[in-house]
């Protein structure tokens, strides 16, 4: 049917074009269908129907002008056509049947070309959050995310990387263990994700320091130059899939095993990562809750590098409490600079920094077994992992020159003292985070949270629990509301109606 | 955040509302986040991020604007918002846990006011096609897909209403049922469907002969006056959920057990039906392939019956073959006429109609056992039928004075002759539904397809197998294109290559 066209001023996300209700009967299509736009050239577009749109007329989003050659043609003739073969293969999955590698590199890759509808999309990930995935499957699931993306292959080996699962708040320890890798001499291109729930992802805190929106071009020649880089996985094309499974995944605030080990795998496997540490951090609060959930996710990841020609090795860690005490990039970055600096700091900081950098080093070879801690211990004592962070800060294109004292948190803040004399009880991480979120965090650098008093430490009334920064007075009453309505820290004997006493600085 | 109204002339089919994406990162927004609008009214909405709408501003959807009073306020108060509880029950039944009578009504209101984004709701479809539901459940998502929509009340008993699992092409029976039961005395509110991937719902029949758009009330007051409807239940408000549930399905070609048994007694329940007939056509290309599943869904459909108070029965029928020899709306309806005129026509269609309405007057108590049949033939033959079809067709708004002869099918055609002497030995009823939908049905009332030779049947080279009839040229030669590519109906003996000699009449 040849339509007049009427270019609409929005994106959609995807290829999509509105039919008049009339004309989409006419041609026997419902909503969700594809059809062929033939113009000079051919395009399948979703389509969504309407009466906003006259009859005979096709509403077109942003993208599919922009396909066909930025201007619209005046009139299209627009075609049914078949869904793409992956819904036939999401459909198998919904039935539990094993999907074939040629399928699930097929429905990954119309993943990433934004074929899929919303409804498709959420499909295959609700069928993966219930049914699960073989080992076969997260191996071709994980093979067709690299493939399908922007990959970097170094000349020299071997390639090191880290990863940490997420959900432990002040989780800085990337800014310490890839200095410390690479002032080793091992090669380690860090890519990293900004918070989507968190108050601070590494590259909302490397942002602070110097840009991390680097192509995969230059993560290879700067990792090439000084040995490191921390940037934003998110400004690559590597394994694209990743986000986009991410944002449909968001809404339903799941997020499928098998995702979980193909998402982390491809973005090691992308940039050709030979020896990896992952960090799972265990404990109430965080993605793993016990100690043999823990270590199934450990055996997966272990076996998943196998099959790709990875060296994987897990870490348990603690992550019951915040990694040191702060929360926000500016004030999580200001305390790893300064342990960086002088090592003086939180020792939970220092000690699990070490411990995954000194894992890197013994499967490196760069440490003999059994010594790879210390190492890295006397690599962040003798200021040369100071010096290797300062390189690769400006190997990136920021001040190599800054101090920890440099970085100034949110000039409103509000600390929130103790109504009680004892021992902190309760502390709860989520809501710590919700609150650094509510006071602007990540996107305000400043905003965050300090924390002085942890679970389990001794507290006089009147002295502070928290402060609260923020980069805006208005967010930080908010923070203070929220803080105030559900108060995440509880001191035994206090009385918890009696919380509600804030000093604002 | 205060935002500068823009609107958006676009429907969503949601209340949604389009964030410049600095803004949605500034409140901590992702895209499908729900924001809550505050003008002199509220309003939750859905949020899309996206470039198109400048910094400082907010794009807003149609829906949204008709919410807030048709005219736009200039500028909008926008504050984050939770989801709806129901995403939460949604992810519970993910997790395989049981819901709530209180839970699964949310979610029922929620898809009826539109207020899942198309990633829950196709959460929640996938999940009831994986996780299924329990008889408990299935009652609950039935009672809240009445709750949640118009009921109709009649004042005199017993009700009967009459149902088709669909798959069988030229399943025109209702033409023929309601008039029968109707005929007898028993009150029949029929309302129907259209075809969504079928050639014609008896909804897109009816149309033939009258206005089917009838609202609750005039379904009551037209079934109270003549005894029986055939209305569209498509422009009532009756089950509303199951239109939305319907179209998600769609795209994802699946019809959950589940939905499928509420969907059915739902729409039954919303008119008081006391005593339902179901008919289940078994066989290859239906949905029900074998005569055991046949039997499982009997049985779901009577328990679930006996959980709203409705006396159910269920009857098997042959699903292998056509009923009748059209596919068409205009087609079916003349073939139908013609029986309820003068007798003469398709035994498949006389028996079935016949046998089913035979069910209902003995479960109505208007035949005694075992007289059913007899009754509803003796009612066919008599030409009592035809009176009071007459009778409701005129009470729709239709002629009542129109004859079989006076249906005209699509003035282009083309008959396809039988290239070999001998049986057809197959018959591929999904090609015909799709050549008849190519040809234009149900859209097009006059296209379809006439099948004059079924599997089984002798026949001789030349004499025609099938005639496609359209109401657009253009479209007849796409069907016989489609039907040459790939064509339905085999002959013994016949030479697969040569039989694309169409001869268009």
């Not at 590494?202 to 000084?226: F, H, N, Q, R, W």
């Amino acid at each position: 049917m040849e339509l007049k066209v009427q270019p609409l001023q929005i994106k959609a996300g995807k290829f999509k074009v509105v039919l008049n209700t009339a004309d989409a009967k006419e041609m026997g299509i419902h909503g969700g269908d594809r059809v062929q736009l033939k113009d000079h050239s051919y395009l399948t577009a979703i389509v969504e129907t309407g009466d906003m749109i006259p009859k005979g007329s096709l509403g077109v989003y942003q993208e599919c002008c922009e396909k066909l050659g930025k201007i619209c043609p005046l009139t299209m003739n627009v075609v049914p056509t078949t869904r793409p073969s992956s819904v036939g293969f999401i459909k198998k999955f919904m039935d539990h049947q094993k999907l074939t590698q040629e399928e699930i590199y097929q429905i990954v890759q119309d993943i990433v070309r934004d074929t899929l509808t919303e409804v498709e999309l959420a499909a295959f990930i609700t069928t993966s959050y219930i049914h699960g995935m073989s080992s076969d499957e997260v191996e071709w699931l994980t093979r067709a995310m690299i493939d399908t993306g922007e990959k970097i292959e170094f000349d020299t080996h071997p390639i090191a990387d880290k990863h940490s699962i997420g959900g432990v708040p002040g989780n800085k320890i990337s800014l310490l263990v890839v200095p410390i890798i690479a002032a080793n001499g091992l090669l380690i291109p860090k890519t990293s994700s900004r918070a989507i729930t968190g108050a601070a992802g590494t590259a909302d805190l490397m942002e602070v320091l110097a840009p991390v929106e680097l192509g995969a071009d230059e993560i290879k020649s700067i990792t090439e130059k000084v040995g490191g880089v921390i940037a934003w996985g998110g400004a690559t094309n590597i394994a694209p899939a990743d986000d986009k499974l991410i944002h449909a995944e968001y809404p339903l605030g799941i997020d499928p095993h098998n995702q979980l080990l193909a998402s982390i795998m491809a973005k090691k496997g992308a940039v050709g990562a030979d020896i990896v540490v992952i960090d799972i951090p265990v404990g109430s609060g965080t993605k793993v809750p016990t100690m043999q959930e823990g270590k199934k996710l450990a055996r997966d990841l272990i076996e998943l590098g196998e099959r790709l020609g990875m060296n994987v090795e897990c870490a348990m860690t603690y992550g019951a409490s915040p990694v040191g005490r702060t929360v926000g990039p500016a004030l999580e970055v200001r305390e790893a600079l300064k342990v960086l600096e002088t090592m003086e700091g939180p020792n939970s900081l220092i000690e699990k920094s070490t411990g995954l950098a000194g894992i890197l080093l013994e499967m490196g070879g760069a440490a003999a077994k059994g010594h790879g801690k210390d190492m890295a211990m006397e690599t962040l004592r003798s200021g040369r992992a100071l010096e290797k962070l300062k390189e690769i800060i400006e190997a990136q294109g920021g001040n190599p020159d800054i101090k920890h004292t440099d970085i100034i948190p949110g000039e409103h803040h509000a600390e929130i003292p103790s109504p009680a004399d004892g021992y902190v009880i309760e502390f709860d991480d989520k809501r710590i985070i919700e609150i650094a979120r509510i006071a602007g965090a990540p996107t305000d650098k400043g905003s965050g949270v300090w924390i002085h008093k942890k679970k389990g430490e001794i507290v006089k009334k009147g002295e502070p629990l928290i402060t609260i920064f923020a980069d805006k007075n208005w967010k930080l009453t908010d923070a203070l509301k929220s803080a105030e309505k559900d108060f995440p820290i509880i001191v035994e004997g206090m009385l918890l109606e009696r919380v509600q006493t804030f000093r604002v600085m």
